[in-house]
Protein backbone atom coordinates (compact mmCIF):
# COMPACT_ATOMS: atom_id res chain seq x y z
CA UNK A 1 0.00 0.00 0.00
CA UNK A 2 0.54 3.63 -0.27
CA UNK A 3 2.21 5.21 2.78
CA UNK A 4 1.32 8.45 4.48
CA UNK A 5 2.79 11.14 6.31
CA UNK A 6 -0.34 11.95 9.65
CA UNK A 7 -0.33 15.62 10.83
CA UNK A 8 -1.79 15.38 14.66
CA UNK A 9 -3.20 18.85 14.89
CA UNK A 10 -3.75 20.20 18.33
CA UNK A 11 -7.36 19.50 17.59
CA UNK A 12 -7.63 16.34 16.38
CA UNK A 13 -9.91 13.89 18.18
CA UNK A 14 -8.06 10.45 19.14
CA UNK A 15 -10.03 7.93 20.60
CA UNK A 16 -9.17 3.73 21.46
CA UNK A 17 -11.17 0.89 21.26
CA UNK A 18 -10.44 -0.81 24.51
CA UNK A 19 -11.22 -4.52 25.51
CA UNK A 20 -14.67 -3.71 27.02
CA UNK A 21 -15.79 -2.53 23.55
CA UNK A 22 -15.86 0.51 24.28
CA UNK A 23 -14.23 3.76 22.92
CA UNK A 24 -12.31 6.14 25.72
CA UNK A 25 -10.36 9.31 24.65
CA UNK A 26 -6.74 8.49 23.84
CA UNK A 27 -3.22 10.42 22.76
CA UNK A 28 -0.25 10.05 20.77
CA UNK A 29 2.19 8.89 23.37
CA UNK A 30 -0.54 6.05 23.65
CA UNK A 31 0.11 4.27 19.85
CA UNK A 32 2.64 1.58 19.17
CA UNK A 33 3.44 0.18 16.16
CA UNK A 34 1.57 -2.27 15.10
CA UNK A 35 -1.61 -1.14 15.88
CA UNK A 36 -4.27 -0.86 13.47
CA UNK A 37 -5.32 2.81 12.97
CA UNK A 38 -7.78 4.30 11.24
CA UNK A 39 -7.69 8.33 10.62
CA UNK A 40 -10.12 10.65 8.97
CA UNK A 41 -8.94 13.90 7.50
CA UNK A 42 -7.99 16.27 4.74
CA UNK A 43 -5.21 16.78 2.63
CA UNK A 44 -2.50 18.89 3.51
CA UNK A 45 -2.34 21.78 0.26
CA UNK A 46 0.42 21.32 -1.75
CA UNK A 47 2.41 18.12 0.17
CA UNK A 48 2.38 14.94 -1.58
CA UNK A 49 1.23 12.10 0.77
CA UNK A 50 0.80 14.13 3.73
CA UNK A 51 -2.63 14.20 5.79
CA UNK A 52 -3.93 16.87 8.45
CA UNK A 53 -5.65 14.28 10.96
CA UNK A 54 -9.31 15.60 12.67
CA UNK A 55 -10.24 11.90 13.68
CA UNK A 56 -8.12 9.27 14.76
CA UNK A 57 -9.90 5.43 15.94
CA UNK A 58 -6.39 3.11 17.27
CA UNK A 59 -8.38 -0.41 17.24
CA UNK A 60 -4.84 -1.78 18.71
CA UNK A 61 -3.04 -4.70 17.98
CA UNK A 62 -5.67 -7.63 17.17
CA UNK A 63 -2.92 -9.85 16.83
CA UNK A 64 -0.47 -9.27 19.52
CA UNK A 65 1.31 -7.18 21.29
CA UNK A 66 3.38 -4.57 19.58
CA UNK A 67 7.17 -4.43 20.39
CA UNK A 68 8.21 -1.19 19.18
CA UNK A 69 6.37 2.51 19.59
CA UNK A 70 5.86 5.25 17.59
CA UNK A 71 7.88 8.14 16.98
CA UNK A 72 7.09 11.85 16.50
CA UNK A 73 9.41 13.62 13.61
CA UNK A 74 9.09 16.79 13.39
Known sequence: ??????????T???SRWDKTNKLSKSG???MAAGETIH??????PKKENRISAVKILNLGNPI????????PTP
Do not use: L, R
Open 28 to 30: FSK
Open 1 to 10: GQAYTVDIET
Open 39 to 44: VVGTAV
Open 64 to 71: GEATTSAT
Open 12 to 14: TKI
